[in-house]
């Protein structure tokens, strides 16, 4: 996978563009600055905004290209990144390290998913909050991006269920309108969630 999205990263060009997801900015913008853990965040758009709020910020991604992306939109806006290369299972963190978790567009296969979610429980700090925007699973039936394999996708439900040591905040399922990418566009089924660590 990483030679993927190292391709899809390649362009001089962002994307999915350089602003913030906006469900990740609303949850950004509405909690007090910490420490932040960014699996996956690909080209840095969420990484460094969350930096130009005041974060500490740790974000990881399997591809080369969207950390050098990262890095460079980093420096664009005058804020630093510790920003490395590799996947899941390259980045063993201390229990109840980060203050805020944020797992956008990051998608585990079932099995992965039954590993991973308990740990990253376990990297919250108690109040810390774990955000989530991820496709539902009813993304299968659109051609607005995505995994088009459905245990790739998520219900609101296996949410509640994966994080159900967590005090469940929201766990939506929606439709909501892509515009803003250079290549998918239109309507997305979309799983919304977050959960505070007790």
């Known amino acids: ?41 690909g080209e840095g758009r969420n990484s460094v905004y969350a930096a130009t709020q005041g974060w500490d910020v740790f974000a990881f991604d399997q591809s080369k290209n969207g950390r050098k992306k990262a890095m460079m939109l980093a420096e664009e806006k005058g804020v630093e990144l510790d920003y490395r290369t590799g996947s899941i299972l390259d980045f063993p963190t201390e229990p109840q390290s980060f203050d805020m978790i944020a797992l956008i567009y990051f998608h585990l296969l079932p099995e992965a998913r039954r ?46 269920d ?15 309108i892509f515009d803003k990418s250079r290549r998918y566009q239109g309507p997305a089924a979309v799983v919304t969630f977050i959960g505070q660590k007790p």
Request: net charge negative; with cysteine.
């Open 1 to 41: 996978m990483s030679e993927f999205w190292d391709e899809r990263y390649a362009p001089e060009h962002y994307y999915y563009g350089k602003e913030p997801n906006v469900f990740f900015k609303s949850c950004i913008d509405n909690a007090t600055a910490g420490k932040i853990l960014l699996p996956g965040d």
């Open 115 to 160: 590993i991973y979610h308990p740990y990253l429980v376990s990297a919250l700090k108690p109040g810390g909050l774990l955000v989530m925007e991820v496709f539902g699973k009813d993304q299968i039936n659109n051609n607005s991006g995505g995994p088009k394999d459905i245990d790739l996708l998520y219900s609101a439900e296996d949410l509640m």
């Open 162 to 176: 994966d994080f159900k040591k967590l005090d469940i905040i929201q766990a939506t399922e929606e439709n909501i």
